[in-house]
């Protein structure tokens, strides 16, 4: 069984797990050794069960802007203003 909520990240609501339980009962077969003498029988019932609370939703993404367009400025920290200015111009061909 999944319960779902409503989960606030940020300024947004989303529907999200808020909880969820699962039982599981099984019968697993065991090995039994006598007298240099081994087989399988069936061990008792076991019954199991897993309850979980989801919580700490975090927003996973990034944001980003795109420009029109930018002139390269030299950079100050670097002598003679030849610092890294992004990829090199080829001069056009006549």
């Avoid at 019968?27 to 199991?48: G, H, I, K, N, Q």
């Avoid at 989801?54 to 420009?67: D, K, P």
């Amino acid at each position: 069984m999944v319960e779902y909520g409503p989960v606030k990240i940020g300024s947004s609501s989303f529907i999200c797990p808020v909880r969820g339980v699962v039982i599981t009962r099984s019968r697993p077969v065991r090995r039994l050794t006598f007298w240099d003498e081994s087989f399988e029988t069936y061990a008792a019932y076991a019954t199991l069960l897993d309850d979980v609370a989801y919580s700490n939703y975090h927003r996973f993404g990034s944001e980003l802007r795109i420009l029109p367009g930018f002139e390269v400025v030299p950079d100050a920290s670097t002598p003679n203003g030849t610092g890294d200015q992004g990829p090199a111009k080829t001069p056009p061909t006549q």
